[in-house]
């Protein structure tokens, strides 16, 4: 299956400012995943990147708070903008590998002071 | 609407006990499922997928279209089997997955 590298893997931000989340592949994918995980709750898509296009963004997430770039078939990134401890949360980025389903990365724990 | 429950939050069992983690959808169209696993400081995992029609683990998952469910079962749990367990949908063909609540398994000696 694929190999996600996610970076970081953890920091800590002041309110009001922005962190971009990086998301490697080690092979070529049509479409990458955001999700968030907020404390105790389960996994919710984010949006949806595929390389050459604009993100598609779920309900109740905006491009402006969450602005995605996916520069190539193997990166995308993912800010959070203007942060607020409401922000704190785990991020993943996910994959799609034949036969093995959805890969993720390990994620990204952010917590907003 | 597509929907993924898994009723139960925490399930608790004995090392060698029988073990069900209940997980029911609402879907219109064809489901695919999918059983997540994430063990204690690690990345999320596939466990299984109802297509592939596999054993991993020990464990399995019968796709039951008329009773919506796909419940995971596993005869006899081990302690390593710990972690927490997610049953997801796959609701379209971009591989967008809705994800249950999730259940805590905890296996005691």
């Known amino acids: 299956s694929a190999v996600i590298s996610q970076k970081p893997s953890r920091d800590i931000c002041q309110r009001g400012t922005s962190l971009t989340i990086q998301c490697q592949v080690d092979s070529q994918v049509t479409m990458m995943f955001w999700y968030r995980q907020q404390p105790g709750q389960s996994l919710t898509l984010i949006a949806t990147?595929?390389?050459?296009?604009?993100?598609?963004?779920e309900s109740g997430f905006v491009i402006d708070k969450f602005p995605i770039s996916r520069p190539n078939l193997t990166f995308s990134t993912l800010t959070v903008s203007n942060m607020s401890p409401e922000d704190s949360s785990i991020y993943l980025c996910?994959?799609?590998?034949?036969?093995?389903?959805?890969?993720f990365g390990s994620g990204t724990r952010l917590t907003v002071v | 609407a597509q929907r993924v429950t898994q009723p139960e939050k925490l399930l608790s069992v004995f090392k060698g006990a029988p073990v069900e983690l209940k997980c029911n959808y609402s879907y219109s169209g064809s489901p695919e499922l999918f059983w997540y696993v994430q063990y204690s400081r690690q990345r999320l995992q596939l466990l299984l997928r109802?297509?592939s029609r596999e054993s991993i683990k020990g464990f399995t998952a019968d796709l039951n279209k008329g009773e919506t469910s796909f419940h995971l079962k596993k005869p006899f749990a081990q302690e390593e089997d710990s972690a927490m367990y997610y049953c997801a949908l796959l609701t379209d063909s971009w591989g967008k997955l809705q994800f249950g609540a999730g259940t805590q398994v905890v296996v005691t000696p």
């Open positions: 990147a595929n390389q050459g296009s604009e993100a598609t963004y």
């Open positions: 996910s994959v799609e590998t034949a036969n093995y389903g959805y890969t």
């Open positions: 109802h297509i």
